[in-house]
């Protein structure tokens, strides 16, 4: 079992900057793939970034060049956010997944995040 706790949320003004952070308790495995994601109210979840045990990582399109995902130990994740816009307000989740997973395109892991915090709101105004 994964306990995850996410933190940095908050309101900002368009090309503004936020950053999220993530930690895990519990079972860690340094091999695992995480990331983040996120959803607003009526839309579907979406990838945001995601980094494995490699370090590899991967971003949506819509985020790419903006924000940065990085993992400073095993149980800790970092999300920095960058040029936010409106359209990324939303309530942002850590996920981690499984070990010796890696990330695919769009901001994801190969396999569904298998635990996930409470989230965090961004809300970015015009």
């Known amino acids: 079992q994964v306990h995850l706790v996410e933190s940095g949320g908050g309101s900002v003004q368009a090309g503004g900057s936020l950053s999220l952070s993530c930690v895990a308790s519990?079972?860690?495995?340094?091999?695992?793939?995480v990331g983040w994601f996120r959803q607003a109210p009526g839309k579907e979840r979406e990838g945001v970034a995601a980094?494995?045990?490699?370090?590899?990582t991967s971003y949506a399109d819509s985020v790419q060049g903006r924000f940065t995902i990085s993992q400073v130990n095993a149980n800790t994740l970092y999300l920095q956010m960058n040029n936010l816009k409106p359209e990324d307000s939303a309530m942002y989740y850590c996920?981690?997944?499984?070990?010796?997973?890696?990330?695919?395109?769009?901001?994801?892991?190969?396999?569904?995040?298998?635990?996930w915090g409470q989230g965090t709101q961004v809300t970015v105004s015009s």
């Open positions: 996920g981690w997944g499984f070990p010796f997973q890696r990330v695919k395109a769009g901001g994801n892991c190969n396999e569904d995040f298998r635990y």
């Open positions: 519990g079972y860690i495995s340094s091999t695992s793939c």
């Open positions: 980094i494995d045990g490699g370090g590899r």
